[in-house]
């Protein structure tokens, strides 16, 4: 038998007290969480309001940037040479493409998809971000935008977007004066970052890569505006809440003659070299013109590897502006400066007569300095010397003032040095010293060295635009004006003029001095290409050698390979009383200066001198 079970007795008091200090827990739990919660959503709808706002806006609402219409280039009588012309480009998102090479394929079933065009796509993807559009084909067609179109729905991600692009309507005529535009890579993206200016490139897909295009593109690029869209929970834009309009780059006017160009351009048609015009009142490039040239239009959307390489490897160097960068020994072209300061040193006066019998030694050496005329020019004194171009006057003038002293001189007339011309493409040429072969090449400097700068030979090396730079300066007497291309602004209202710069002058110890060079300049274009000419012109010509020639061995140009010959010059002004051009021609492995290049002196000069509408140009 089972004892009974005990009947438990309660304490309610102490059941009491525990439940009072539970809810008395409880409540002071929930009060203190309300509390937070309360704490939490004053602090989200009072404090961070606006924050929160704003984020909830740009979550809502789309900013896209709008590309600035980029600006115009026009020439000094308002012909423009850089224009924007509408195009088409079939853009894709890659993060919305499931599987790009079947998406291709399928593509290219309805629009023609070159190989070139694929690949550099393909390529480009791999550094492209994938949220952000990349074009696959520019320029498409009237016809491919409807067939595209109407197939639209069948390929999600890829749209076709309308632009402006760069044209240049004279193509290779202009090319090494405007350069060009072309695609925003890498390199420009980090060097745009470390200036600062990329967040103003945010809508523009290319920028100025060379000559003017690239100079002025502060200038010509503008600014880009904004639109504002709302947009679903799927991106897909409901409405247009702002527009901010770009800010459109500004025209710009340039100092260059465009006809005065194209004649340049068909006297050099088929040969390698450069012809440079320059207003000598104010440095004004009239025309600069190398050759060959190649069509600028090829890079605006981006060349392709084949005929970028051809452009490369052509030996003729096409890419290469000659004008400012091609590097050549200036010969007997730079002799009025050479007789100008021996007369401002006084190692010659202008009644020195000098005896040529065909070549110059220096005393105590047996070596002859063979003149160009082998029989010898007799008695000359400056005049002459420079008319006949007497080497063996200049091998004398030469050992006597020290190549130290020619350098100087010469240094003040841009020879050297990058003139500051508002492109990026230059070179300063070389003009040599005693100090500069021993940096150069640790070796002593010779007499013989400064002998073959007499002549303008040896280390010697002048820029086309250089020659034109320094006869401006002779013919200015001693007033320079650094050779540019800008003239003119132009805004929405109003077109300022670039302002003129002007260096220190050029002063002679007898300012007569320039009267006498430059007499002899007339006399010399008197006597050859200018006889018969409606105007009075100045000029002198040069015929450098690209190799040596053995000293008893006659120069027979027949007998030597085409790019070895010499290479003709001509530095010219005109009118003589007041003049308003000046010139160089620089024509590679064409032999006497005189006889080839002559000719063409005197057709640019009559193509801007016998115009009707010449002296109207300021």
Same mark, same amino acid.
């Given at each position: 038998?089972?004892?009974?079970?005990?009947?438990?007795?309660?304490?309610?008091?102490?059941?009491?007290?525990?439940?009072?200090?539970?809810?008395?827990?409880? %409540?002071?739990?929930?009060?203190? =969480? =309300?509390?937070? =919660?309360?704490?939490?959503?004053?602090?989200?709808?009072?404090?961070?309001?606006?924050?929160?706002?704003?984020?909830?806006?740009?979550?809502?609402?789309?900013?896209?940037?709008?590309?600035?219409?980029?600006?115009?280039?026009?020439?000094?009588?308002? +012909?423009?040479?850089?224009?924007?012309?509408?195009?088409?480009?079939?853009?894709?998102?890659?993060?919305?493409?499931?599987?790009?090479?079947?998406?291709?394929?399928?593509?290219?079933?309805?629009?023609?998809?070159?190989?070139?065009?694929? *690949?550099?796509?393909? *390529?480009?993807?791999?550094?492209?971000?994938?949220?952000?559009?990349?074009?696959?084909?520019?320029?498409?067609?009237?016809?491919?935008?409807?067939?595209?179109?109407?197939?639209?729905?069948?390929?999600?991600?890829?749209?076709?977007?309308?632009?402006?692009?760069?044209?240049?309507?004279?193509?290779?005529?202009?090319?090494?004066?405007?350069?060009?535009?072309?695609?925003?890579?890498?390199?420009?993206?980090?060097?745009?970052?470390?200036?600062?200016? #990329?967040?103003?490139?945010?809508?523009?897909?290319?920028?100025?890569?060379?000559?003017?295009?690239?100079?002025?593109?502060?200038?010509?690029?503008?600014?880009?505006?904004?639109?504002? *869209?709302?947009?679903?929970?799927?991106?897909?834009?409901?409405?247009?809440?702002?527009?901010?309009?770009?800010?459109?780059?500004?025209?710009?006017?340039?100092?260059?003659?465009?006809?005065?160009?194209?004649?340049?351009?068909?006297?050099?048609?088929?040969?390698?070299?450069?012809? +440079?015009?320059?207003?000598?009142?104010?440095?004004?490039?009239?025309?600069?013109?190398?050759?060959?040239?190649?069509?600028?239009?090829?890079?605006?959307?981006?060349?392709?590897?084949?005929?970028?390489?051809?452009?490369?490897?052509?030996?003729?160097?096409?890419?290469?502006?000659?004008?400012?960068?091609?590097?050549?020994?200036?010969?007997?072209?730079?002799?009025?400066? =050479?007789?100008?300061?021996?007369?401002?040193?006084?190692?010659?006066?202008?009644?020195?007569?000098?005896?040529?019998?065909?070549?110059?030694?220096?005393?105590?050496?047996?070596?002859?300095?063979?003149?160009?005329?082998?029989?010898?020019?007799?008695?000359?004194?400056?005049?002459?010397?420079?008319?006949?171009?007497?080497?063996?006057?200049?091998?004398?003038?030469?050992?006597?003032?020290?190549?130290?002293?020619?350098?100087?001189?010469?240094?003040? %007339?841009?020879?050297?040095?990058?003139?500051?011309?508002?492109?990026?493409?230059?070179?300063?040429?070389?003009?040599?010293?005693?100090? #500069?072969?021993?940096?150069?090449?640790?070796?002593? #400097?010779?007499?013989?060295?400064?002998?073959?700068?007499?002549?303008?030979?040896?280390?010697?090396?002048?820029?086309?635009?250089?020659?034109?730079?320094?006869?401006?300066?002779?013919?200015?007497?001693?007033?320079?004006?650094?050779?540019?291309?800008?003239?003119?602004?132009?805004?929405?209202?109003?077109?300022?003029?670039?302002?003129?710069?002007?260096?220190?002058?050029?002063?002679?110890?007898?300012?007569?001095?320039?009267?006498?060079?430059?007499?002899?300049?007339?006399?010399?274009?008197?006597?050859?290409? %200018?006889?018969?000419?409606?105007?009075?012109?100045?000029?002198?010509?040069?015929?450098?050698?690209?190799?040596?020639?053995?000293?008893?061995?006659?120069?027979?140009?027949?007998?030597?390979?085409?790019?070895?010959?010499?290479?003709?010059? +001509?530095?010219?002004?005109?009118?003589?009383?007041?003049?308003?051009?000046?010139?160089?021609?620089?024509?590679?492995?064409?032999?006497?200066?005189?006889?080839?290049?002559?000719?063409?002196?005197?057709?640019?000069?009559?193509?801007?001198?016998?115009?009707?509408?010449?002296?109207?140009?300021?």
């Amino acid at each position: 038998m089972s004892p009974k079970k005990r009947i438990t007795m309660h304490d309610h008091a102490a059941e009491a007290s525990l439940f009072k200090r539970r809810a008395l827990f409880t %409540f002071f739990s929930v009060f203190a =969480l =309300l509390s937070i =919660l309360v704490a939490n959503l004053y602090h989200l709808q009072v404090e961070s309001y606006r924050d929160y706002a704003t984020r909830s806006n740009d979550n809502r609402i789309r900013v896209v940037p709008i590309a600035p219409s980029r600006g115009l280039i026009y020439d000094r009588n308002g +012909v423009l040479l850089a224009e924007n012309l509408p195009f088409y480009s079939l853009d894709i998102v890659p993060e919305k493409i499931s599987n790009m090479s079947n998406t291709l394929d399928e593509l290219g079933k309805l629009i023609a998809i070159s190989e070139d065009e694929r *690949e550099t796509f393909t *390529e480009a993807l791999k550094f492209h971000r994938r949220f952000k559009p990349l074009t696959l084909k520019n320029q498409l067609t009237e016809e491919q935008v409807a067939i595209f179109s109407v197939n639209q729905h069948l390929f999600p991600g890829i749209t076709v977007e309308a632009g402006l692009k760069r044209n240049y309507p004279y193509g290779p005529q202009i090319t090494h004066v405007l350069g060009y535009v072309g695609k925003i890579n890498t390199r420009d993206r980090a060097q745009l970052e470390r200036s600062d200016l #990329w967040k103003n490139y945010a809508a523009t897909k290319d920028m100025g890569k060379q000559g003017v295009e690239k100079f002025y593109e502060a200038l010509l690029h503008g600014k880009p505006g904004h639109l504002e *869209e709302e947009v679903n929970n799927r991106g897909r834009a409901i409405r247009t809440l702002k527009i901010v309009p770009p800010e459109p780059g500004q025209d710009i006017y340039l100092t260059l003659d465009l006809k005065l160009q194209q004649k340049a351009v068909e006297l050099l048609s088929g040969l390698r070299g450069s012809i +440079v015009a320059i207003d000598p009142r104010d440095g004004g490039i009239l025309a600069m013109v190398s050759s060959p040239s190649y069509d600028p239009n090829q890079f605006v959307q981006g060349i392709n590897n084949k005929d970028y390489s051809a452009l490369l490897n052509d030996k003729s160097r096409p890419l290469i502006n000659r004008a400012t960068q091609g590097q050549y020994a200036p010969a007997s072209t730079i002799k009025p400066h =050479l007789a100008l300061l021996g007369l401002d040193e006084k190692a010659i006066t202008e009644n020195t007569r000098v005896w040529d019998p065909g070549f110059w030694q220096i005393p105590g050496v047996e070596r002859k300095y063979r003149d160009w005329k082998r029989w010898g020019h007799g008695w000359v004194n400056v005049y002459n010397a420079i008319t006949e171009s007497c080497d063996t006057f200049f091998y004398e003038l030469a050992y006597k003032v020290g190549v130290d002293h020619i350098a100087r001189f010469m240094e003040q %007339f841009g020879f050297g040095q990058n003139t500051g011309i508002d492109i990026f493409e230059e070179s300063a040429g070389n003009m040599p010293s005693k100090e #500069w072969k021993r940096l150069k090449y640790n070796q002593a #400097w010779y007499i013989g060295d400064t002998i073959s700068v007499g002549i303008g030979q040896g280390y010697w090396t002048a820029t086309p635009l250089q020659l034109a730079n320094a006869v401006g300066i002779m013919a200015n007497k001693g007033r320079r004006f650094p050779p540019h291309l800008l003239r003119a602004v132009k805004s929405n209202t109003t077109t300022e003029d670039s302002p003129i710069n002007e260096l220190p002058p050029i002063e002679l110890k007898n300012a007569r001095n320039w009267n006498i060079i430059n007499e002899a300049m007339r006399q010399t274009a008197h006597k050859s290409r %200018f006889t018969d000419a409606p105007y009075t012109a100045a000029m002198k010509t040069g015929t450098a050698q690209v190799i040596g020639v053995a000293e008893n061995t006659k120069y027979d140009a027949s007998k030597i390979a085409e790019h070895f010959r010499d290479n003709a010059l +001509v530095v010219a002004y005109a009118p003589f009383e007041d003049p308003k051009i000046v010139i160089s021609v620089v024509m590679e492995n064409a032999g006497w200066g005189g006889a080839n290049a002559g000719p063409v002196a005197r057709a640019i000069l009559d193509e801007y001198m016998l115009r009707d509408t010449w002296k109207t140009t300021p």
